[in-house]
């Protein structure tokens, strides 16, 4: 089993920058992606950015030159920089793990983050 906790959520006011951290723990040899998710109040759940262990990244458009995300297998943790943030940024963000070729099947409990405007 892998335990994925998150942490780094607050509020922030709109053009300003929080980053999110996500440690793994219990049998991360076999994480092969990390992601964060976010999911805004009655909306549903969506994709927000992926690290592979090669570090070959991939972003939403919504987030594009906005938010970066990185990985330091050494920590077995994941990062994700959020920049220029805009109030619709606001949502829970969750961090996601899987092994290769299956489905994202570990989430971290999800860290708030809320953008005034």
């Known amino acids: 089993q892998v335990q994925l906790v998150e942490s780094g959520g607050g509020l922030v006011q709109a053009g300003g920058s929080l980053r999110l951290s996500c440690a793994a723990s219990?049998?991360?040899?076999?994480?092969?992606?990390m992601a964060w998710f976010r999911q805004a109040p009655g909306k549903e759940r969506e994709f927000v950015s992926s690290?592979?262990?090669?570090?070959?990244?991939v972003y939403a458009d919504s987030v594009k030159g906005r938010f970066t995300i990185s990985r330091d297998n050494a920590k077995n943790t994941v990062y994700l920089q959020m920049n220029s943030l805009k109030p619709e940024d606001t949502a829970s963000y969750y961090c996601?793990?899987?092994?290769?070729?299956?489905?994202?099947?570990?989430w971290g409990q999800g860290t708030q983050v809320t953008v005034s405007s």
């Open positions: 219990g049998r991360t040899e076999s994480i092969y992606r």
């Open positions: 690290c592979g262990r090669s570090s070959i990244t």
């Open positions: 996601a793990a899987n092994r290769m070729g299956e489905v994202y099947n570990y």
